[in-house]
T-cell receptor
Framework: DAGVIQSPRHEVTEMGQEVTLRCKPI?????LFWYRQTMMRGLELLIY????????DSGMPEDRFSAKMPNASFSTLKIQPSEPRDSAVYFCASSLGGDNQPQHFGDGTRLSIL | AQSVTQLGSHVSVSEGALVLLRCNYSSSVPPYLFWYVQYPNQGLQLLLK??????LVKGINGFEAEFKKSETSFHLTKPSAHMSDAAEYFCAVSESGGYQKVTFGTGTKLQVIP
């Protein structure tokens, strides 16, 4: 079975540019999570969707970040305008509903903002 | 509120030696507990999970963890370390209640010395 698919795997862009990260969750999973991982701050939850609806976006750093889930098989995380401090690895994860269900992670997008 | 503390950001063991990675949790309700492993340039993968069925949980790659309510601990062990175990390990807690928010620890990097 295909796992969580993220694209692109690597993105290098200049400060001020718009960045769009994409995620395809595992088919049948109804929860989707976006995380950011850095050396300094570790793994941070940015936003959580359940049945395509954003449930908790309290981790989104600021208005420059936005996330959408137009359908059960696709989600995007957008940064506009990007800044050097946004450089990190961004992970998407999906899971079946329920507190005892593990999350399945994609391989991440390594984002570098110059 | 739930939280997780992983003692030791770096642990080094000799090949063939016991692996012990420590995790203590805080939760106001019976928790669900998870251990994940992250290899370089990959996302997190589930090693094992505790969901109250049995206090000793066996996972993949020979790892196991024991839930000790009195100590609020969920330490990860493996009797004999292998070079391929070198990775970063994350403990995570989820509280029952339908919200499905998972709190991850800060991670422990395991080095295996030949």
């Amino acid at each position: 079975d295909a796992g969580v698919i993220q694209s692109p795997r690597h993105e290098v862009t200049e400060m001020g540019q718009e960045v769009t990260l994409r995620c395809k969750p595992i088919s049948g999973h109804n929860s989707l999570f976006w995380y950011r991982q850095t050396m300094m701050r570790g793994l941070e939850l940015l936003i959580y969707f359940n049945n395509n609806v954003p449930i908790d976006d309290s981790g989104m750093p600021e208005d420059r970040f936005s996330a959408k889930m137009p359908n059960a098989s696709f989600s995007t995380l957008k940064i506009q305008p990007s800044e050097p401090r946004d450089s990190a690895v961004y992970f998407c994860a999906s899971s079946l509903g329920g507190d005892n269900q593990p999350q399945h992670f994609g391989d991440g997008t390594r984002l570098s903002i110059l | 509120a739930q939280s997780v503390t992983q003692l030791g950001s770096h642990v080094s063991v000799s090949e063939g030696a016991l692996v012990l990675l420590r995790c203590n949790y805080s939760s106001s309700v019976p928790p669900y507990l998870f251990w994940y492993v992250q290899y370089p340039n990959q996302g997190l993968q589930l090693l094992l999970k505790y969901t109250s069925a049995a206090t000793l949980v066996k996972g993949i790659n020979g790892f196991e963890a024991e839930f000790k309510k009195s100590e609020t601990s969920f330490h990860l062990t493996k009797p004999s370390a292998h070079m391929s175990d070198a990775a970063e390990y994350f403990c995570a807690v989820s509280e029952s209640g339908g919200y499905q928010k998972v709190t991850f620890g800060t991670g422990t990097k395991l080095q295996v010395i030949p």
